[in-house]
């Protein structure tokens, strides 16, 4: 098996952004690259704020879907090869559970898997202001080899419009994977 055919979970829990997950789906559809979505409830709720899409459309978009609660799914043990997890966007609640090592849905046990295989976790976290409870988690998680990628646009790339933004942003999580979504507008200096 060889990297481009490994898939990458996709995780989408109910923090606001749900769109910067269904588009990383849509960039690694495009990129054929294989994937595995995780959607928690609160994440449906958010979308049915957010975004025009209804969750099945949006699992549609995965190489496979899971329930919530599958915790016998592929993704929920170390045998079944992965590049790693993307959780975009992530909640404090979901970031919380994997750093206290509770397994207690199918987001937090793939979580836990991708940490205790050493394969890559990126959570783009997404909540402001933090208190220290927050800031204590995600170092304990950056210790335990997550790495924590607060959702925060950049605008050196001089995006014109929202996609642009949310294209850029969700770019530089998968440049966290070695994969490169064509969609980043890279720093050169002197330019």
């Avoid at 190489?63 to 919530?68: E, F, K, L």
Wanted: glycine share 8%; hydrophobic share 45%.
């Amino acid at each position: 098996m060889t990297d481009r055919t490994l898939p990458i979970v996709i995780g989408i829990t109910g923090a606001s952004g749900v769109i910067y997950g269904i588009r990383a789906l849509e960039i690694l559809r495009q990129l054929s690259i294989p994937t595995h979505l995780v959607i928690t409830k609160s994440a449906e709720l958010t979308m049915s704020y957010e975004v025009a899409q209804k969750p099945r459309e949006i699992r549609e978009l995965a190489t496979a879907a899971h329930p919530i609660g599958d915790v016998a799914a592929a993704i929920s043990s170390g045998s079944y090869r992965t590049r790693g997890m993307l959780i975009l966007p992530c909640s404090i609640r979901t970031m919380s559970e994997i750093a206290s090592g509770v397994t207690s849905s199918l987001m937090s046990r793939a979580a836990d898997v991708v940490l205790k295989e050493r394969r890559r976790l990126v959570l783009g976290v997404r909540e402001t202001p933090l208190h220290l409870g927050h800031l204590r988690t995600m170092t304990a998680l950056a210790e335990m080899g997550a790495v924590v990628a607060p959702v925060v646009p950049a605008f050196y790339s001089r995006p014109e419009t929202l996609d642009d933004v949310i294209d850029h942003t969700v770019g530089r999580m998968l440049d966290l994977f070695d994969i490169d979504s064509g969609s980043v507008n890279r720093w050169r200096a002197g330019d």
